[in-house]
């Protein structure tokens, strides 16, 4: 049988309408924000991770910033919040502090939703790992794009595989995905920055302990 590899079916990550959509996060992938993107030197305020699984990234933002709340729509077990980021009923999810960040994987039937939420309350900056063809789309541009340029844009140059439930060391994926970032300061400039994750950081950034303490965490 021949494979279908058009760039639509391979853009896509298959999820039914009203699926969670829970991809857990590599660790590296999450480091990458902290040491490629951001800095280091700007990950030691309090963040908030308002789709947090299992905890994949949570447990990694802890590395470096100084305070994490988490939450969910789900309870994955792990002691997080249960609430939802958007919508308006009595779930609804809020964070105990101000946080200086919003950073996140979200579902992405919800992402514009998280996005606007997140920018409109992280006081230093928000922070979204989507598929990389999220930046495209006229109703995202006239939602998000053309109202809240992100301060960055980093494409990973290497494949960010995930697959649903778990965090598979293993898994390969067809799918391109990029950091967003939107800053407080610098959304009053307008101009948008393209910072590639380079080559190698799937390697540099994986750590030892990151199969016994994330691989076996599932739904
Ligand atoms: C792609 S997974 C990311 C999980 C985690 N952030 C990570 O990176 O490992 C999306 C997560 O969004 C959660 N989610 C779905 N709808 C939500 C909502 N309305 N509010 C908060 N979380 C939601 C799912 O339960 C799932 O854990």
Redo the contacts with the bound molecule.
């Keep these: 049988m021949s494979q279908n590899t058009s760039h639509a079916v391979m853009a896509q990550r298959v999820e039914a309408r009203d699926s969670?959509?829970?991809?857990?996060?590599p660790p590296w992938a999450t480091r990458a924000l902290v040491h490629d993107v951001l800095g280091v030197e700007n990950c030691r305020g309090a963040v908030w991770?308002?789709?947090?699984?299992?905890g994949?990234?949570s447990a990694v933002l802890a590395e470096t910033f100084g305070r994490v709340h988490r939450?969910?729509?789900?309870d994955?077990g792990i002691g997080a919040c249960v609430g939802?980021?958007?919508?308006e009923g009595a779930d609804r999810?809020e964070c105990p502090f101000r946080p200086d960040w919003i950073i996140?994987?979200?579902?992405f039937n919800?992402a514009v939703d998280f996005a606007e939420r997140a920018i409109a309350e992280a006081v230093v900056g928000a922070a979204l790992?989507v598929r990389s063809t999220w930046i495209e789309g006229v109703a995202r541009y006239e939602r998000i794009f053309s109202r809240n340029p992100p301060a960055i844009v980093a494409p990973f140059v290497e494949r960010v595989p995930m697959v649903k439930g778990r965090w598979d060391p293993n898994a390969t994926t067809a799918t391109a995905y990029a950091w967003i970032i939107w800053s407080a300061c610098a959304l009053a400039a307008g101009r948008t920055e393209m910072r590639w994750v380079p080559p190698g950081r799937r390697r540099a950034l994986t750590r030892a302990d990151d199969v016994a303490r994330f691989a076996g965490a599932a739904a």
């Design positions: 969670l959509d829970f991809f857990p996060t991770e308002p789709a947090c699984g299992a994949h990234m939450s969910d729509v789900h994955y939802s980021f958007v919508g999810a996140t994987n979200p579902p919800l790992l």
